[in-house]
C-alpha cells in the first residue's frame, strides 16, 4: 500500500496551487487542511465532486441566476458547493445555508467559507433536512438545493413537507452499490417521476466511470 504523503507537505502544495491558479476556493481549501481536515476532505473535494458541482452552478447559472431570497443546501457535508455558489461571478446568491445532520460539519463548513461568514452570507446548520419546515422558515428561501437525494429513505415523502411552488435544485445517481445509498434511481425519466415537479426548467444526466448523476431544477 502507498504511505499516505505527509499533512506538511500537502499543506504546502494546495497552498502553492492557490498561489498559482488565484483561486479564493483554493486558497480557503489549503487554510482548512492547514487547520486540521477530516481525511475525507479529499472525497469531497475530488475532481468528480467538484465537476459535479461544477456542472450544477452552470446549469443555474442558466436558469436561476439570481434566486430571490438565501439559497438553502441539504445535505451540504463540508460546504464545498455553498463556496463555489458565493464565488462564481454568473451568480447572485445573497446568502447560503448549508445544512448537514451529521454535527461534525458545520464548522468544517464554516472554516471553509470562513470570508463569506465574515460577511453573513454563509452559515452552517445541524439539522435532518427531512424534519426541517420550511414554509416557516423567514425570509423564504430562494432556492433550495439537493444534491443528496440518493441518500434520503422517501425522496417523495420529503419533497411533499416543502412549500408547493418552491425552487428547487435536485440531483440523484444511480450508484446503488454505495451502502449509504438508499433512494438511487435507474435513470433521468425515473429520477423525474420521482421528483414529481410541478416545473421542470432543467433536467441532464452526467455518466463518470462508475455512475450517472441526475439533476433537475423547477419547482416544487
Ligand atoms: C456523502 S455527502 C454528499 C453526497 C452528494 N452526492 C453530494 O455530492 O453532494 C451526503 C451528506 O448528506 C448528509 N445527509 C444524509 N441524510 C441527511 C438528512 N436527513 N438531513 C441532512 N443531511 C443528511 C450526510 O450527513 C452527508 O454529509
Keep these: 500500500m502507498t504511505p499516505e504523503p505527509p499533512v506538511e507537505s500537502v499543506h504546502d502544495l494546495l497552498r502553492g496551487m492557490a498561489a498559482l491558479s488565484g483561486h479564493r476556493i483554493v486558497a480557503d481549501v489549503a487554510r482548512l487542511y ?3 481536515a477530516p481525511p475525507d476532505l479529499s472525497i469531497a ?3 468528480k465532486q467538484i465537476a459535479s458541482k461544477q456542472w450544477l452552478v452552470e446549469a443555474l447559472a442558466q ?3 439570481q434566486p430571490e431570497g438565501p439559497v438553502w443546501v441539504l445535505g451540504a457535508w463540508y460546504g464545498v458547493l455553498g463556496a463555489l455558489l458565493l464565488d462564481d461571478e454568473g451568480l447572485a446568491v445573497s446568502e447560503v445555508v ?3 445532520v451529521d454535527p461534525s460539519c458545520a464548522s468544517i463548513a464554516e472554516t471553509l467559507n ?3 461568514v465574515a460577511s453573513g452570507r454563509f452559515r452552517a446548520v445541524t439539522a435532518d433536512m427531512t424534519a426541517l419546515d420550511l ?4 425570509p423564504r428561501p430562494g432556492l433550495v438545493i439537493n444534491t443528496s437525494c440518493e441518500h434520503l429513505a422517501d425522496v417523495p415523502g420529503w419533497l411533499a413537507t416543502l412549500p408547493a411552488g418552491l425552487p428547487l435544485l435536485l440531483q440523484s445517481n ?5 451502502p449509504d445509498h438508499r433512494s438511487c434511481v435507474p435513470s433521468l425519466a425515473a429520477f423525474r417521476e420521482q421528483a414529481g415537479l410541478s416545473e421542470v426548467w432543467f433536467a441532464g444526466a452526467r455518466p ?3 455512475y450517472t448523476r441526475f439533476m433537475l431544477i423547477g419547482r416544487r
Excluded at 414554509?135 to 423567514?138: E, I, L, M, S
Excluded at 444511480?174 to 454505495?178: I, N
Design 34 to 36: 492547514g487547520k486540521g
Design 45 to 47: 473535494c475530488n475532481h
Design 63 to 65: 436558469t436561476l441566476p
Design 98 to 100: 448549508s445544512l448537514d
Design 114 to 116: 470562513h470570508r463569506h
Design 135 to 138: 414554509a416557516a422558515t423567514t
Design 174 to 178: 444511480d450508484y446503488y452499490r454505495e
Design 208 to 210: 463518470t466511470k462508475n
